[in-house]
C-alpha cells in the first residue's frame, strides 16, 4: 500500500475460512434427477461434502453423470424418469445448498 498515492487507506485483509486457494471442488457422484418443465437438474455431491442442484449444462461432462445414467438405466438424459409432480424444482430464493 502506497500511503502517498492512497493516503489513509488501508490493505484489505481477507478473511481465512481455512480451504486453501488451490482446494479443487471434484464431482464425487450424482445422487438425484429432477426436471423442471423440459430441463433436467442433478443432484451433484461434490468432494467437499456440498450436494447442491445443478442444471445439465454444468454436468453434462462428468463422469458422474455417466455413471448416474448407467444405473438409472437411461442411454440419454433425456430417457430419465419423470416425477409425476413439478413441485420440486422450485428453487430456494436465497440460492442456498439443499
Known amino acids: 500500500n502506497d ?49 447442491i442442484w445443478e442444471p445439465h449444462d454444468h454436468c453434462k461432462d462428468f463422469e458422474a453423470l455417466d455413471n448416474y445414467l448407467e444405473l438409472q438405466g437411461a442411454p440419454e438424459v433425456r430417457l430419465l424418469p419423470r416425477a409425476a409432480s413439478q413441485r420440486d424444482c422450485i428453487r430456494p430464493q436465497h440460492g442456498g445448498n439443499e
Not at 450424482?30 to 456440498?50: P, S, T
Request: glycine share 6%.
Open 3 to 51: 500511503n502517498e498515492l492512497f493516503p489513509k487507506r488501508d490493505a484489505q485483509t481477507f478473511y481465512d475460512f481455512g480451504q486453501a486457494n488451490e482446494a479443487e471442488w471434484l464431482v464425487n457422484k450424482i445422487l438425484a434427477h429432477r426436471w423442471c418443465g423440459h430441463k433436467v437438474e442433478f443432484l451433484v455431491k461434490w468432494n467437499m461434502g456440498d450436494s
